[in-house]
């Protein structure tokens, strides 16, 4: 019920908030199509959150149909004016609240009082047009709802601090209306001098010309540096050593030393297979017997060196694999002075002692894989090598792309991420691009490239090998094609250009889909633009002379080709690797049965974990994802964390509501653009019931600079205020920068000046 709750105040704040604007400023007036969305994500969207919906709240759904249809009855005479009373209605928490709770009385109530509401409007009659002259009463009583809804939730009728501010805000908001009628107060019109107005004309666009090749190129190689800045070691363990569990000559590894030698710690390179179980034992000074000091150790990490503590003087070592099979690729034994000794029958293990100078002093995420570098890296290293596939919780393509850094540098951390890392920069000049095909000025373009390359998550995810940074790059690609076509049909270009930019939308489609099914929530928000540009065209066709079908079937039957058979082949063909595996049976199969078991898995996964976060937690940055964590022997730690740039994650949510702002009050069609890309990467999440992160917010995030670069340059200080934005951004880059690249940091520098909300955890 919490995440219902949430999105209910999300949406009613952004509501509300516009409301308030444009009512200082003038006449608000809505459309049908507009209040059809109101409903939708007022009444649709946070019923159909919950996990189990109660038939109640489905009666009540659809009784307030009814009620709603006296509402439009009862308005009919005056079009304009009901369309805003149902706005109103249907952006007051009272309903909703009622809804969910299966509460049929208390919908009758809240529609009565609404009623009443009405009534005394159209006796009052406001000469200034407008209706609901009352709102600032109806606004804090709907507050005031809301934090009781909120106090019934958490405290479950209990009397609370929140309860007493709903029931005060309530009984105030009701308070005044009375006095005002009394007084016969009730005109709150205001004209808005022009020196109130903040905003400015923008200045006519400009082409993309060679000072724009400069400053791209310049900020790419900036961030590549950054990027490629320590990024991983090119050394690890290529030879490994098959173990069966079964076979008793191929189960354990005896280990000889010299008498009374003091073994602290051992470290074992494990190979693709991960939750390995090995028995450990050892024979000690004086004995000629076996003591298990460790019957059931697990080494969890692929392409990980795995730490056993030993802390005991012994003559041998033994290590017996429990059951399944295991590859190990490098044994290292460690004194107690931390110093590395070999064994005495070193020799009799070939695979396991001759590669010692791979292994780091303290090893971290330099050296070894982290977070789901253990699913994707190993499974990339599965596709190259033929090996049973281990992860297929995703569409196999974001995988082979990994496996192509793989194929040329070696299964090391440089090269399991350098695909990544190329994708992750090539991503500014893409966004770069999409800036200026928005803004075509270099100004906020230069701005929102340089507010994505400090949000932080952007760094952090080109530098790790999962395919989340693949997924983005493409979902990118998506929104700038579609943005040209959109621009290329206002512009009444040639067919052949327009059919291009679908062509290289599909295929940006197929691509995104085929790495992560995270595609087709932005296939959703292309097909909201293709359909809603289609619409206008028709519109368009009707009034010229030649047939609609010249125009309409060719552009159908592109867009069938675009994106459904070319999607369709791409998404089949990345099964290839599988179907190396798998000869028997065909690409159809494997696709389907596959599309079966990710379904499966990702409906099933709830679990608890330390820094999983829900939706709404991320656009606040509540809970950062700790992705490698390490101690070093000074006491210094290192620390990869993914989540945004709080500066970008909080300034982001007031953005996100001037992006309405400019729409409903200046129709910009940019703000609308970045609505509906934000809303298709950030809404289905709220339908999502699995255990969820803070990166895949990623993409979500990615929107929030040219959301700030488009809010920005409304403003006539606009330079000044985005060099601003900009110096703040990269300040708080350099001072984060050691928990997002794993450097060594005093853990009283993070806990002091990093920790800025309890539930940052990065030492």
Same mark, same amino acid.
């Given at each position: ?6 999105? @209910?105040? @999300?949406?009613?704040?952004? %509501? ?82 009622? #809804? ?23 006796? #009052?009659? =406001? ?94 190689? #900036? ?30 590894i005896v280990l000889k030393f010299k008498e009374n ?102 090893p971290s995420a330099y050296d070894q894989t982290i ?23 995703? =569409? ?9 850094? @793989? ?9 399991? !991420? ?23 000025? /270099? ?16 760094? /952090?995810?080109? !530098? ?48 995104? @889909? ?27 066709? !009707? ?143 709220? %339908? ?63 806990? /002091?000046?990093?920790?800025?909300? =309890?539930?940052? #955890?990065?030492?």
């Amino acid at each position: 019920m919490i995440p219902s709750y949430c999105a @209910i105040g @999300i949406f009613f704040g952004i %509501f509300w908030g516009v409301c308030v604007l444009c009512l200082r400023s003038g006449r608000l007036s809505f459309s049908k199509a507009e209040l059809l969305v109101f409903y939708l994500f007022s009444r649709i969207v946070p019923v159909f959150m919950q996990e189990h919906i109660a038939a109640r709240s489905l009666l009540c759904l659809l009784l307030e149909w009814i009620l709603i249809g006296v509402l439009t009855a009862v308005c009919r005479k005056r079009e304009a004016a009901g369309r805003r009373m149902l706005a109103f209605y249907l952006f007051q928490p009272a309903s909703i609240f009622c #809804i969910l709770e299966g509460m049929v009385s208390g919908l009758y109530l809240v529609f009565l009082f609404f009623m009443a509401v009405l009534a005394l409007e159209h006796l #009052i009659r =406001p000469r200034d047009g407008r209706l609901l002259s009352f709102w600032p009463e109806y606004l804090s009583g709907c507050i005031g709802i809301y934090c009781t809804g909120w106090s019934v939730l958490l405290f479950h009728g209990r009397a609370s601090l929140l309860s007493g501010v709903g029931n005060v805000l309530l009984a105030g908001s009701v308070l005044h209306v009375f006095y005002r009628v009394w007084k016969r107060d009730w005109n709150l019109s205001r004209p808005v001098s022009k020196g109130e107005r903040s905003v400015e004309v923008p200045a006519p666009p400009s082409h993309f010309r060679t000072h724009d090749v400069v400053l791209m190129l310049l900020l790419t190689f #900036i961030f590549g540096a950054i990027v490629l800045f320590r990024l991983g070691s090119t050394q690890a363990p290529e030879t490994f050593r098959s173990m069966t569990a079964e076979k008793s000559d191929q189960n354990q590894i005896v280990l000889k030393f010299k008498e009374n030698t003091n073994i602290s710690k051992i470290y074992l390179f494990l190979g693709y297979q991960s939750n390995r179980c090995f028995s450990f034992s050892c024979i000690q000074p004086g004995e000629n017997t076996w003591t298990v000091f460790d019957s059931s150790r697990v080494l969890r990490s692929a392409f990980c060196w795995n730490a056993v503590e030993v802390n005991r003087e012994l003559s041998s070592l033994g290590l017996v694999l429990m059951k399944e099979d295991a590859a190990v690729g490098e044994i290292v034994c460690l004194d107690s002075s931390g110093q590395q000794i070999l064994p005495e029958n070193a020799s009799a293990y070939p695979e396991l002692f001759d590669e010692q100078e791979s292994f780091p002093e303290i090893p971290s995420a330099y050296d070894q894989t982290i977070f789901d570098e253990v699913y994707h890296g190993r499974t990339a290293y599965e596709f190259l090598h033929g090996l049973p596939i281990y992860e297929t919780t995703h =569409p196999p393509f974001g995988k082979t792309i990994i496996a192509a850094g @793989i194929r040329l540098f070696g299964m090391n951390p440089f090269g399991w !991420r350098i695909s990544c890392a190329v994708l992750g920069i090539l991503m500014i000049p893409l966004f770069y691009l999409l800036a200026f095909q928005l803004f075509r000025r /270099t100004g906020p373009t230069v701005f929102a490239v340089l507010l994505l390359e400090t949000s932080f998550m952007n760094y /952090t995810l080109s !530098r790790i090998a999962t395919i989340d940074i693949l997924v983005a790059f493409f979902v990118l690609c998506m929104f700038f094609f579609i943005l040209c076509f959109l621009q290329s049909l206002e512009k009444q270009e040639s067919q052949g250009r327009q059919f291009l930019w679908l062509f290289l939308c599909g295929c940006s489609t197929a691509f995104a @889909i085929s790495v992560k099914w995270t595609g087709f929530y932005a296939a959703a928000g292309i097909a909201i633009f293709f359909f809603e540009a289609l619409f206008r065209e028709m519109r368009g066709i !009707r009034s010229r002379s030649y047939a609609w079908h010249h125009v309409m079937l060719p552009m159908g039957l592109w867009c069938c080709l675009c994106f459904l058979l070319i999607p369709g082949l791409v998404y089949l063909l990345s099964y290839i690797p599988f179907q190396r595996l798998y000869p028997e049976q065909n690409l159809v199969k494997l696709a389907v049965e596959n599309a079966r078991s990710m379904f499966s898995y990702h409906v099933a996964t709830v679990a608890e974990h330390p820094y999983a976060s829900e939706w709404y937690q991320w656009l606040v940055d509540w809970r950062p994802l700790l992705d490698s964590y390490t101690a070093f022997p000074d006491g210094r730690t290192g620390t990869v964390s993914t989540f945004l740039n709080p500066l970008l994650c909080w300034g982001g949510l007031l953005a996100l509501f001037h992006q309405f702002y400019l729409w409903k009050k200046r129709r910009d069609r940019n703000a609308l653009f970045l609505i509906v890309c934000y809303g298709a990467m950030v809404l289905p999440w709220l %339908f999502i019931h699995r255990t969820v992160f803070i990166y895949q917010y990623f993409i979500g995030g990615c929107l929030l600079p040219l959301m700030f670069a488009n809010s920005c340059r409304q403003f006539r200080q606009s330079r000044a205020l985005m060099a601003g934005i900009s110096v703040a951004s990269l300040l708080l880059f350099l001072a984060f920068f050691p928990v997002l690249s794993g450097l060594p940091v005093s853990p009283a520098y993070v806990r /002091t000046f990093l920790t800025w909300l =309890p539930s940052w #955890i990065f030492v």
